[in-house]
C-alpha cells in the first residue's frame, strides 16, 4: 500500500506543484476582477445612458410642443389654416430631428373651462406576433384648435424607441421595448379677432 502512494505522490508531485504556484500567482488579478465587475459596470454606464438621451427627448417633445402651442394661443394657426398635420409639422422643426415627426400624434381640444381637463393617455392596441408584440395608436388624432378666449388641451404622444434592452432595467412602459412619451398644455385662448 504504501509502494502504491510513493508511486501516486511522485507520479502527481509536478501537478501539484503547478496547482500551489497557479495559487500563489497574481498575474491576472486585474483581468479576472475586471471580468466579474464588468457586467455590472456596463449596466450602469448603459442604464445612465439610456435614461439620459429619454429624458432629453422628453425635454425636447415638451419644449417643441410649447412652441406649437404658442401658435394656437395666439389665433395665428386658426388664421393660417392649420390642421393637425400642419401643427404637427410646425412643432418638428423645433425637435432637431430626434423624433420621426410621422409618428408623434396630437391631440388638439377645446375644453368648456379647466376643471374639465382630463389627461388620458393615448389607449394603444397592442397585437401579438410572435415576439415581441406590436402597439399602434388607436385614438385617431383631434384638431380642433378653437376661438378666442376658449380653454384648449393640446396634447403630444410619441414611442419613443429605447436603445438597449437590459432584462433587469427596463424603462420601457410599452410591451414592445418602447417608451410613451407625452407632453400636454391647456390654456386660454387669446382675446384674438
Do not use: H
Not at 500500500?1 to 508531485?13: G, T, V
Not at 500551489?20 to 445612465?48: C, K, Q, S
Not at 384648435?145 to 412602459?173: E, H
Amino acid at each position: 500500500m504504501s509502494r502504491l502512494r510513493n508511486l501516486m505522490k511522485r507520479f502527481l508531485a509536478p501537478a501539484i506543484a503547478r496547482g500551489r504556484g497557479f495559487a500563489r500567482d497574481e498575474r491576472g488579478v486585474t483581468a479576472i476582477e475586471f471580468g466579474i465587475l464588468a457586467v455590472p459596470f456596463f449596466t450602469i454606464i448603459l442604464a445612465t445612458l439610456e435614461t439620459a438621451i429619454m429624458f432629453l427627448g422628453m425635454q425636447v417633445l415638451d419644449s417643441a410642443l410649447e412652441d406649437a402651442t404658442r401658435m394656437v394661443r395666439t389665433g395665428r394657426a386658426q388664421a393660417a389654416g392649420y390642421d393637425a398635420t400642419t401643427l404637427r409639422n410646425y412643432m418638428c422643426d423645433y425637435t432637431f430631428r430626434l423624433f420621426n415627426c410621422n409618428n408623434i400624434q396630437l391631440r388638439v381640444e377645446v375644453l368648456p373651462d379647466f376643471g374639465s381637463v382630463v389627461i388620458n393617455p393615448v389607449v394603444q392596441t397592442c397585437t401579438p406576433v410572435v415576439n415581441p408584440t406590436t402597439c399602434t395608436f388607436t385614438t385617431p388624432p383631434a384638431y380642433n384648435a378653437g376661438t378666442a378666449r376658449q380653454v384648449v388641451q393640446v396634447s403630444a404622444y410619441y414611442r419613443w424607441p429605447l436603445m438597449f434592452a437590459i432584462p433587469w432595467f427596463s424603462l420601457k412602459n410599452q410591451p414592445d421595448n418602447y417608451f410613451l412619451m407625452s407632453a400636454i398644455r391647456v390654456f386660454r385662448n387669446e382675446p384674438f379677432s
